[in-house]
C-alpha cells in the first residue's frame, strides 16, 4: 500500500492548486458556493468554471484526449476532487451528464457522434441530462412507459419522464424508452440521445420541499428522434442503461454539507447543561460515528480507484457511499437543530445559526436517500449482487409489458 | 496511490487461510469446552510458519516483515477466531518492546517471542477506573512492582508482562516482569477461547522500558499501534460471520422460499455488509500508517478500532439474529463469535473510550491544521 503521491502525482497535484489558487477561493470551514443548488444563476456560473476548468485540462480527466477529456487516471480524477474540494466552487450541473450521459456515448455512439459531442460537453458549453425515471418507473426502472415508435428515419417519441435533474437548462439528453410493448419489460427497451430543444418537448420544473426547483417532468409529445441517434441495438435499452447507471456512483461529486466538520463546528459554538456541547458524551458518540462513516466511504471510494486504476472492476461494492451518506446527512441536520433548541426552528440565513446550514440540509435531506437508487434498492443490489441472496420473488417476470400494464391500471 | 495488498501479500493472506482452516477449526470450541487455557498445537504450527516474529527484525531472530503483512495475518486469525495469545505477545508485548526497549531487552525476549518459546502480554487494567494516568494503583520503586492488575489478557499463560505502573512520585513507567513467581488466577469471562487472569504482584522484579514518566505516553501509542492489529482480527471475524449469515440465508427455507430472499434479511445483511467495508478501509489506511509510521496514525487507529468494533459486534449479533433459534444453540459457532466480537470490542479499552479518543484527535487536528 502506498497512499505518498508518486512523483508524477506530486506534479500533478501541484498543477492542480496553482490552477486553483488563482481561479478560485480558498473554502472557509463549513462554507459552500454562494449559489445553492438549484439557485438562479448558478448555471452560469458553473458554465464559467467548466470552460476554466477544461482549458486547464482538468475537465474528463480520464476520458481519452481525441474526445476532448485529458487522457489520464483514476488517481488523478482523485487528486483533483481532493483539491478542487477545498474550494468553494459551484457543484451539480456537470456531473450526471460528464459522468454518466458522455461516458455512455463514448461506449456506444458512432466515431462522428463521439467528435462532435464529447468535447463541448466537457468543455462545458453543452450541458446534458438522463431521461429514465417515469411517474411508474422509479425503483422499477423496467416499468417504463415512454413509447418510441418507429416511422422511416425516425423515431416518434410520446410520453412522459419525471425527477430529470437539470432538464430546462440541458441541451440534450439521454432516454430509455419503450419501443416493443410485446416483450416481457426489460426486454422491448431501446436507448437513444436526443436535442432537448426538440419539437414536442416540454419541461415543467417541480417544485420540492427545500423550495428549490431543479427537477423536471418532462413531456414529449411526437418528438421525432432520428434512428442514428439510437445507442445500442433495438431491444437493447436496458442493457445500454446499465452502462450509464454503473457510471453513476463514481459520477457522485463530494457530500453536501453539513457533515461530520460542521457537526463539530456548530458543537463548539452551543453552549449545553453541562458546558460546550463538544463535551458532551452523547455528541461526541455521533461525532465519532459520522467522522468514521465518513472517512470510511471515502477509504473505500480509493479502494475503488485501485481496483479500477488496475482495469478491474470496482463493482457494485460502491454502492456503501450512496446507501450511507444521505441518511446521514439528514441525521446531522436533524441533531445539529436539536443542539440549537427551539432556536432551531429558525431558517433565515441571517438569523439562523451557521447560516441555516442544518435547516437546508433537513429540508434537502429526504431527496438524497431517493434520488439515483433509494436506500432501499441499493440495498437490495448490495443483497444480491454482493452477497448473492436469491432475488426477490417477481411477479411480473417473462410477462408481456402491456398485460402487465394493464394489471397495473386495474 | 495504491490502496491494496501485493500479490505477495495476497499469497500469504491464502496460506494463513488455508493453515488456520486446517489446524483451528474447532479448537475455540475446544478450549471452551475443556480444561486447557490456549491450544498448543496451534500454536507451535503458527510458531513454525513463523507468524509471531513477522515483524520482529532478523538480527532479533525473527523475519523481518512490515506491519501490513502481520495485518494479513491477523485478519486471517480473527476470521478463524483461533484460541492462542497471540495478540498479547506479538500485538502488544511485541510492540511494546520494539517501541521502547533497550538493546538487552530487545535481544534477550524478541528471539525466544519470534520462536513461540516465550509469550509475553500487556498488564494495564485495573478493574473500572478512570482512563487516566493518575488512577494507576501499581507501584514501580527500586525495581520492583507492587500492585494487582485486572483482567489481563494471556495473564495466565505468559512468561512476562509489560505492565503499566507509576513510581511512588506518581510517574508513570512501562515495566517488563517474569511472570514466574507471580500469582495469577484465571477469571471467567464472557469468551474462555481467549483467556484472561488477575496478576498480583508483590515486590516482583521489573525492569523500566522506556523512561520514568513517558509510562502513559508509551501505553497510548501502543494500544493505539495494536488498535490497528486488533481491527483486522474484528475484521475477520465480522466478514466470517457475514459470510455465516449468507450461506444460512440461502439454504434457510421459510413461507416456502429461502429466507435470503426476504428483503428484511438483505438489508439487515446489506448493513453487515457496509459496517464490514468501513471497516476494511479504516482497518487498510490504519495498516499504511502503521507501516509508514505516518503522523495520522492515531486517528487512523481510533478510527478502525471504532469502525471495526462496530462491524464485529453488528455482525455477530445480526448473524445470531439471521440463525433463529439454531442460532440461540451451544451446538451452533455463531456464539463462539458473538463472545469473541465482544472481547475484543472491550479489549485496549471499550468503544465508547475510543471514540472519546477519535473526536479529541479530530479536535486537536483541525486546531494543529
Not at chain 1, 451539480?92 to 459531442?117: S, V
Not at chain 1, 458518540?285 to 465518513?294: E, G, H, L, R
Not at chain 2, 511494546?96 to 526497549?101: H, S
Not at chain 2, 438489508?267 to 503522523?295: N, Q
Request: charged share 25%; net charge negative.
Amino acid at each position: 500500500m502506498d497512499f505518498e503521491d508518486t512523483p508524477e502525482e506530486v506534479e500533478f497535484r501541484a498543477e492542480v492548486r496553482d490552477f486553483l489558487d488563482a481561479n478560485a477561493e480558498r473554502k472557509a470551514p463549513g462554507a459552500s458556493f454562494a449559489i445553492p443548488y438549484g439557485g438562479d444563476g448558478l448555471v452560469t456560473a458553473a458554465k464559467e468554471w467548466q470552460a476554466k476548468k477544461a482549458a486547464a485540462g482538468f475537465s474528463g480527466i480520464t476520458q481519452p484526449k481525441e474526445y476532448g477529456g485529458r487522457g489520464g487516471t483514476v488517481i488523478e480524477q482523485v487528486i483533483y476532487n481532493q483539491e478542487e474540494s477545498d474550494y468553494v466552487t459551484p457543484i451539480g450541473i456537470y456531473e450526471i451528464g460528464l459522468g454518466m450521459c458522455i461516458p455512455t456515448m463514448l461506449a456506444y455512439a458512432t466515431e462522428e457522434q463521439k467528435q462532435r459531442f464529447a468535447p463541448p460537453a466537457f468543455r462545458g458549453e453543452e450541458i446534458w441530462c438522463q431521461l429514465f425515471s417515469e411517474p411508474q418507473a422509479g425503483s422499477d426502472l423496467a416499468n417504463l412507459r415512454l413509447r418510441s415508435e418507429r416511422d422511416g428515419d425516425d423515431w416518434i417519441l410520446n410520453g412522459q419522464k419525471i425527477w430529470t435533474s437539470g432538464a430546462h437548462f440541458s441541451d440534450f439528453g439521454v432516454i430509455v424508452t419503450r419501443s416493443d410493448p410485446e416483450q416481457a419489460k426489460h426486454k422491448g427497451l431501446t436507448y437513444f440521445f436526443i436535442d432537448m430543444k426538440s419539437p414536442g418537448i416540454e419541461c415543467r420544473r417541480i417544485h420540492q420541499i427545500s423550495g428549490t426547483s431543479n427537477f423536471n417532468e418532462v413531456f414529449f409529445t411526437d418528438v421525432r428522434v432520428p434512428d442514428s441517434q439510437r445507442l445500442g441495438a433495438v431491444g437493447d435499452g436496458w442493457r445500454v442503461s446499465l452502462t450509464t447507471l454503473m457510471n453513476e456512483r463514481l459520477a457522485i461529486g463530494e457530500r453536501p454539507p453539513p457533515g461530520y466538520e460542521e457537526a463539530m463546528a456548530l458543537a463548539k459554538q452551543i453552549e449545553l447543561e453541562n458546558g460546550p456541547a463538544i463535551e458532551d458524551g452523547g455528541v461526541r458518540d455521533k461525532i465519532a460515528d459520522w467522522y468514521v462513516n465518513a472517512r470510511g466511504v471515502t477509504l473505500a471510494r480509493y479502494r475503488s480507484m485501485t481496483a479500477l486504476s488496475r482495469g478491474q472492476d470496482p463493482g457494485p461494492e460502491n454502492s456503501i457511499g450512496k446507501a450511507l451518506t444521505g441518511k446521514m446527512r439528514q441525521d446531522i441536520a436533524a441533531f445539529g437543530m436539536d443542539l440549537m433548541d427551539q432556536s432551531g426552528v429558525i431558517s433565515d440565513p441571517e438569523l439562523a445559526t451557521m447560516r441555516g446550514m442544518f435547516q437546508d440540509a433537513l429540508l434537502a435531506g429526504p431527496g438524497g436517500r431517493i434520488a439515483g437508487g433509494s436506500d432501499e434498492i441499493l440495498r437490495n443490489i448490495i443483497a444480491e449482487r454482493v452477497l448473492g441472496l436469491p432475488p426477490d420473488i417477481r411477479v411480473d417476470k417473462g410477462i408481456p409489458f402491456n398485460e402487465l400494464a394493464k394489471k397495473e391500471r386495474g | 496511490m495504491n490502496f491494496d495488498f501485493s500479490e505477495e501479500q495476497n499469497l500469504l493472506r491464502e496460506q494463513a487461510r488455508r493453515f488456520l482452516a486446517e489446524n483451528a477449526e474447532g479448537k475455540a470450541r475446544g478450549i471452551i469446552e475443556g480444561d486447557a487455557l490456549f491450544d498448543r498445537d496451534l500454536w507451535r504450527g503458527m510458531a513454525d510458519l513463523g507468524w509471531m516474529g513477522t515483524v520482529i527484525p532478523e538480527e532479533y531472530g525473527g523475519i523481518g516483515l512490515s506491519h501490513e503483512d502481520l495485518c494479513v495475518i491477523a485478519e486471517e486469525i480473527g476470521r478463524s477466531i483461533a484460541p492462542t495469545p497471540f495478540s498479547s505477545s506479538v500485538y502488544l508485548a511485541t510492540e511494546a518492546l520494539l517501541l521502547a526497549a533497550s538493546d538487552e531487552q530487545k535481544e534477550d525476549f524478541l528471539p525466544r517471542i519470534a520462536s513461540g518459546d516465550t509469550i509475553g502480554c500487556f498488564a494495564h487494567n485495573e478493574g473500572t477506573r478512570k482512563p487516566e494516568p493518575g488512577s494507576i494503583a501499581t507501584i514501580y520503586t527500586d525495581g520492583k512492582l507492587t500492585g494487582e492488575k485486572k483482567p489481563v489478557a494471556d495473564g495466565d499463560v505468559a512468561d512476562f508482562a509489560v505492565v503499566l505502573a507509576k513510581t511512588p512520585d506518581g510517574e508513570p513507567v512501562l515495566t517488563l516482569a517474569l511472570l514466574d513467581n507471580v500469582a495469577s488466577e484465571t477469571l471467567e469471562t464472557i469468551d474462555p477461547s481467549r483467556s484472561h487472569a488477575r496478576l498480583r504482584f508483590d515486590g516482583t522484579p521489573a525492569a523500566l522500558i522506556g523512561n520514568i514518566g513517558n509510562g502513559w505516553t508509551l501505553s497510548e501509542r501502543l494500544l493505539d499501534r495494536a488498535a490497528i492489529l486488533f481491527a483486522f482480527e474484528q475484521l475477520g471475524g465480522a466478514h466470517r460471520c457475514l459470510d455465516m449469515a449468507v450461506d444460512y440465508a440461502k439454504e434457510r427455507y421459510a413461507f416456502g422460499r429461502p429466507i435470503g430472499s426476504f428483503q428484511a434479511i438483505k438489508h439487515k445483511l446489506a448493513d453487515v455488509f457496509i459496517a464490514t467495508e468501513l471497516a476494511r478501509s479504516h482497518a487498510y489506511y490504519g495498516a499504511w500508517t502503521l507501516t509508514t509510521d505516518a503522523p495520522d496514525l492515531p486517528v487512523a487507529a481510533a478510527a478502525a478500532r471504532v469502525a471495526a468494533s462496530r462491524a464485529y459486534y453488528l455482525a455477530a449479533s445480526e448473524n445470531i439474529q439471521t440463525h433463529g433459534g439454531m442460532g440461540f444453540t451451544w451446538e451452533l459457532d455463531c456464539h463462539l463469535y458473538y463472545r469473541r466480537a465482544k472481547l475484543l470490542n472491550l479489549a485496549l479499552g471499550g468503544e465508547r473510550r475510543w471514540k472519546h479518543k477519535l473526536v479529541s484527535r479530530l479536535e486537536n487536528r483541525n486546531v494543529a491544521a
